[in-house]
């Protein structure tokens, strides 16, 4: 039905008068007597019973009229969120991610949020996701991504996705083109691994204590950025997930294996927000978009 219809059969129904109706309304009386009588006809039903002192509302009208109030009020309420996010001019997200998604997802999230709130200035920083936790239940941190381990009550997931582990090596390597591998398969193989550099531990260390030991690990580095460099010049291979090297994987200049190895074909990695406070609509939008892109990844295989 359309827009005028529920305004004017509103506004009808409060004044039990489409003379009154219309004079509220600024509209003739005819105009608003047409649009009720052709709903009518459409619905092959009265909604008003017509009477010398007025109009009365019949049983469907009364029907009706509860679904257009609903309606009204439901517009109501989107035309003021629509209106406080044209109104949200200016602000500050403090954006807090594991260092894999500067590379697989951040560049195109960062480019779609930017074209609906160019004004909105931003704090980006990497973190490993234990103290990215920790910083998004404080409230400093106002939207992390994170693999997600240990979760702290504080702490909302609002999406996440599987992003499982496998070996991530060159196209001439010699397990390039297995279908999986095992530990025992790649323990013989020089190892590139990315630290956290306040520990010197990985994220194998951290999820599989017995897998790290029978590794030999050749390059550490705390930036994945080198970490990359040196498996693509072959020097290694790493153990991550694909979202670090999608462009690379994409482009034939890297392969991804999975990796049959309990702890570690489980992962899952979430957008996070603080449970202790809102999410206001420039915050749900930046999770919105990094949602679309995540749950867009082929991460499996």
Same mark, same amino acid.
Request: with cysteine; glycine share 12%.
């Given at each position: 039905m359309h827009s005028n219809f529920l305004k004017y059969f509103d506004e009808v129904a409060r004044q039990g008068s489409i003379r009154k109706a219309s004079t509220v309304l600024n509209v003739s009386s005819t105009s608003v007597n047409r649009k009720i009588l052709s709903v009518e006809k459409q619905l092959g039903a009265a909604l008003f019973e017509r009477t010398p002192e007025g109009v009365e509302l019949t049983t469907i009208g009364a029907i009706l009229l509860e679904h257009c109030r609903k309606t009204l009020h439901d517009f109501d309420r989107t035309r003021i969120l629509m209106d406080d996010l044209r109104d949200l001019r200016t602000g500050h997200i403090n954006l807090s991610t594991i260092d894999s998604a500067i590379f697989g997802i951040l560049p195109a999230a960062l480019h779609q949020f930017g074209q609906s709130f160019p004004d909105i200035s931003m704090s980006i920083t990497t973190a490993q996701p234990d103290e990215l936790m920790k910083s998004v239940a404080s409230g400093e941190t106002d939207v992390g991504i994170s693999f997600l381990f240990e979760m702290h009550p504080d702490v909302r997931v609002v999406t996440e996705k599987f992003a #499982?582990? =496998?070996i991530i090596v060159r196209p001439d390597h010699p397990l390039a083109e297995r279908t999986n591998v095992t530990i025992d398969d790649i323990a013989g193989y020089r190892l590139v691994r990315t630290i956290d550099a306040r520990g010197r531990n990985s994220i194998i260390d951290q999820l599989v204590s017995s897998v790290a030991s029978a590794l030999s690990t050749h390059i550490f580095s705390n930036a994945l950025f080198i970490a990359k460099q040196m498996i693509l010049d072959g020097r290694g291979i790493g153990i991550y997930t694909k979202i670090g090297f999608m462009d690379e994987i994409a482009r034939g200049e890297l392969k991804f294996v999975p990796l049959m190895q309990e702890g570690l074909n489980d992962i899952r990695i979430g957008t996070l927000v603080?449970?202790?406070? =809102?999410? @206001? #609509?420039?915050?749900?939008?930046?999770? @919105?978009v990094l949602g679309r892109l995540i749950g867009g990844m082929r991460l499996d295989t």
């Open positions: #499982p582990f =496998g603080s449970a202790s406070s =809102g999410i @206001d #609509p420039v915050k749900r939008h930046l999770c @919105d």
